[in-house]
């Protein structure tokens, strides 16, 4: 909207724009100021109680530190706005107050200076787009609650609900081609959740669930989503899954349903392959009645990590299926990560090259730059390099966190290079840093409990790995997660558990040597003799380049753990029947 001379000018619909009364644009960089004028500006006579506006915007934090920053908050918003002839905000004991009768907003707002005057119509574009304040739930439910209210033309709003989508015409925005910026990655579109139960109330619920599951997606760095203000247009049952992809420009499609379970609720999710129309994924998962936001967040941790894992694989296994010709950087990075994820030696120098190849075509590519370091690191990791071999490495990693800052998986990968060369807290830090930037990042919880491991901390480590475990329990790396569960076990003496554990990992990687290492010594530590015998030589077999001084390559923080587990080893050969070679 376009201010008027002698008014403010507040804009609520899209990106929120504040213009002050002498025409110039006043930029509101905090989150929580913007949070707090159209806090104000729904309220009745433009006014809230100082405790509602801390409850929303500051519910995280104790009372006083509260009541210290909406203080903050509010003397920076006049200081904002000092050079302006009138006042912006009044504070009347324990409430706050805008000056509406001097600003036009672009909605109804009851005693604004253009409360009489005709508006355009809403259009697709969604109140405060775009903003977002963390840990505050509070005020996360409000915006929702706005949003909805909105949408559906409530009372007090004047407003009805927005146009069907119609789609912008192709020399505007063609949305056959990959969304800018995400370098020819595919986009994924979450629909609005459907309500099933047979309480209507629960509709805010639904949405609420597929809100929060855009909101963690868009920690993906690599992957494009869709945002809420399109996807959510087109309602939330797929009719035809290729024409609402090719409307939304997405490749994927996520859509759920909310259903009652007994006493209970259950949420089934599935994703769609809109250029195929299949369903490529799908799963319920149990919910309790309370439907509180701390039990809905490991589901949503869950949900955004598999589904990540999904999409990732099928577009490796498209990749793959291209012909060799196709040489973009998009394709040469999904081809690389199938074939790394095969694990054989041919596949990783294919891998090599076309991640090189990759490289060369654009050095600055944050994805590019990741994808690098993960090769380079697993293949120093699998040929147990030396520090000094791990330079290429680091250099990778830290050109990743400088190009994306954001991308939580640069960090996972600089950590897992600083445990192997005995910088463990410095790796602990990473991987937190990491595991922050996208709860839903197994590498993240994987690399941690790794190091609590190796800082001789199993109890503690046990947590992180059960979380990567969860958060991608068909990864083809799971071996190694389920290798370090066992090891976790073992140090804690918990044999039956470690024996247990390195046969799950085995059985995904029969060659992986500390699987083998962790079982021999849970099988000889518990007193069968025999069994550990067997399991050295089914290890033998599996591993003919291994020898004792692998197991000084794990970089423990105490040198005693090394001992323990060559001594295990040890224990196993000494109890060899004579006449074993």
């Not at 801390?54 to 920076?76: F, I, V």
């Not at 040890?570 to 060899?576: C, G, I, P, S, Y």
Request: charged residues 25%.
């Amino acid at each position: 909207m376009t201010g008027r001379s002698g008014f403010y000018s507040i804009r609520l619909m899209g990106a929120f724009r504040l213009q002050g009364m002498n025409g110039h644009r006043v930029e509101v960089a905090s989150r929580k100021a913007v949070g707090l004028i159209a806090l104000l500006a729904t309220g009745r006579d433009g006014e809230r109680a100082r405790q509602f506006l801390q409850d929303k915007l500051w519910g995280s934090r104790e009372s006083t530190q509260a009541q210290t920053s909406l203080r903050r908050e509010l003397s920076n918003l006049r200081k904002l706005l000092a050079d302006e002839p009138e006042p912006l905000l009044f504070t009347e004991g324990s409430r706050v107050r805008l000056n509406l009768r001097k600003i036009a907003f672009d909605i109804l707002v009851p005693g604004a200076a253009n409360e009489n005057d005709p508006r355009e119509p809403l259009g697709v574009a969604e109140f405060l787009e775009g903003l977002d304040i963390p840990g505050e739930e509070g005020f996360e439910d409000w915006l929702r609650e706005e949003r909805a209210r909105l949408s559906k033309g409530s009372e007090g709003w004047g407003a009805g609900p927005p146009p069907l989508f119609t789609p912008l015409p192709s020399h505007v925005l063609d949305l056959s081609q990959p969304a800018p910026g995400f370098d020819g990655r595919p986009a994924v579109a979450v629909l609005r959740f459907l309500n099933q139960t047979d309480d209507d109330a629960l509709d805010f619920a639904a949405e609420g669930i597929s809100e929060d599951l855009i909101d963690q997606l868009c920690r993906l760095r690599w992957l494009p989503v869709i945002a809420r203000s399109s996807s959510f247009h087109f309602g939330p049952e797929i009719q035809d899954a290729k024409a609402v992809g090719q409307g939304l420009g997405a490749r994927y499609l996520i859509e759920g349903r909310l259903r009652a379970a007994g006493e209970d609720f259950q949420l089934a999710v599935s994703a769609v392959d809109t250029e195929t129309g299949k369903v490529i994924w799908s799963k319920r998962f149990d919910l309790p009645r309370s439907l509180a936001n701390e039990s809905l967040s490991p589901l949503l941790e869950d949900l955004t990590a598999i589904l990540s894992a999904q999409i990732d694989h099928a577009e490796q296994s498209r990749a793959a299926a291209r012909p060799a010709t196709s040489r973009d950087v998009n394709t040469l990075i999904w081809k690389s990560r199938w074939h790394l994820n095969q694990m054989t030696r041919r596949d990783a120098g294919i891998a090599q090259d076309l991640v090189e190849e990759a490289l060369r075509l654009e050095p600055e590519n944050p994805e590019v730059l990741i994808q690098a370091a993960w090769r380079i690191g697993w293949s120093n990791w699998a040929e147990r390099a030396k520090p000094r071999d791990m330079k290429a490495w680091s250099k990778l990693a830290r050109d990743a966190m400088r190009a994306d800052p954001e991308d939580g998986r640069a960090y996972a990968i600089l950590g897992a290079h600083e445990l192997l060369i005995r910088n463990t807290a410095r790796a602990q830090m990473l991987c937190e840093r990491a595991i922050e930037l996208n709860p839903s990042l197994p590498l993240g919880h994987a690399m941690r409990g790794s190091s609590l491991n190796l800082a001789g901390r199993p109890e503690d480590a046990l947590l992180s790995l059960r979380t990567a475990l969860r958060l991608s329990p068909t990864d083809p790396f799971v071996f190694h997660t389920l290798g370090e569960l066992a090891t976790a076990h073992c140090m804690m003496g918990r044999w039956d558990e470690a024996i247990d554990l390195s046969d799950q990992s085995l059985i995904r990687r029969p060659a992986y040597w500390l699987a083998h290492v962790v079982k021999i010594n849970a099988l000889a530590r518990s007193g069968d003799a025999s069994t550990a015998v067997e399991a050295r030589r089914t290890m033998d077999q599996a591993c003919p380049g291994f020898d004792h001084n692998s197991i000084d390559w794990l970089p423990f923080v105490d040198s005693r753990w090394n001992i323990f587990f060559r001594e295990g080893l040890q224990q196993a050969l000494d109890n060899k029947n004579p006449g074993d070679a």
